[in-house]
DNA sequence: GTTGCGGGGTGTGCAATTGG
DNA sequence: CCAATTGCACACCCCGCAAC
């Protein structure tokens, strides 16, 4: 299986980002990106999903250097000082909601995510090596279970989502494949060849 | 066939701007 | 004030095209 390699500007354009933020995120996050005989730096689908996870974290509201640690697996648990303000009086407000009592109404989802933010303010108020146990003993089969759920459900909705990315760039491909050859036999046959156009591309993503 | 030119894309580096 | 983002300048390389 041959690995799809695409340029920063293509990069950028599956993300949704400029080429300088993807350059700029690959300096502060230390992240590898690695580079072609000409020194353009090429990305893998690996590190599409890399970043598709980044800039997501950043819509969450996280810092680059709490990205940074959860890239590089330093310290899973990010301190709520990285996050902007916005998102910890979210969190704070939530919280402060949970204490008193749980609206009957509420999805499960935002019963999980209040539960936890409790589970994580309880735990930062402890010392810092007590915050696993206290996390693990607080945090049941049920929770473990939601989560996981949670993430395999976020997984898939991702796995679709670049399945989708590399069928729009395989088409695009063909095509170009499809114009060079219809040149080619042009000019076998003594048409003058115009300069080769990519069509216009519709966008096959939302 | 070779050469020169121009356009497009990429690189780095730095300054300016923005927003919390 | 500082982190994050954006803009700009300049250099390099590749490719297509026209002229010779």
Redesign the pocket.
């Known amino acids: 299986m041959e690995e799809v390699r695409y340029?920063?500007?293509?990069a950028a354009n599956l993300l949704h980002?400029?080429?300088?933020?993807l350059?700029?995120?690959e300096e502060?996050l230390e992240l590898e990106i690695p580079r072609n005989e000409?020194?353009?730096?090429y990305y893998t689908e690996e590190n599409i999903i890399q970043f598709e996870k980044i800039r997501k974290l950043?819509e969450e509201g996280y810092?680059?250097?709490a990205i940074k640690m959860l890239v590089h697996n330093t310290n899973p648990q990010i301190p709520d000082e990285l996050k902007?303000?916005?998102v910890v009086s979210k969190a704070q407000t939530e919280t402060a909601c949970v204490q008193t009592k749980t609206d009957p109404g509420m999805s499960k989802l935002d019963q999980f995510q209040l539960l936890m933010t409790r589970i994580v303010r309880d735990a930062i108020a402890e010392n810092n090596h007590e915050l696993g146990r206290e996390v693990s003993t607080q945090v049941g089969d049920k929770v473990i279970k939601e989560m996981n759920y949670l993430m395999r459900e976020r997984e898939e909705q991702e796995e679709e989502r670049f399945r989708k990315l590399d069928e729009a760039i395989r088409i695009r491909q063909k095509r170009m494949r499809r114009q060079k050859k219809e040149k080619k036999v042009k000019c076998r046959r003594g048409d003058k060849?115009?300069?080769?156009r990519l069509e216009p591309q519709e966008s096959t993503l939302s």
């Open positions: 340029m920063i500007s293509d980002v400029e080429s300088h933020v350059r700029y995120w502060e000409m020194g353009h730096r950043k810092q680059l250097k902007t303000t916005e060849p115009g300069k080769l």
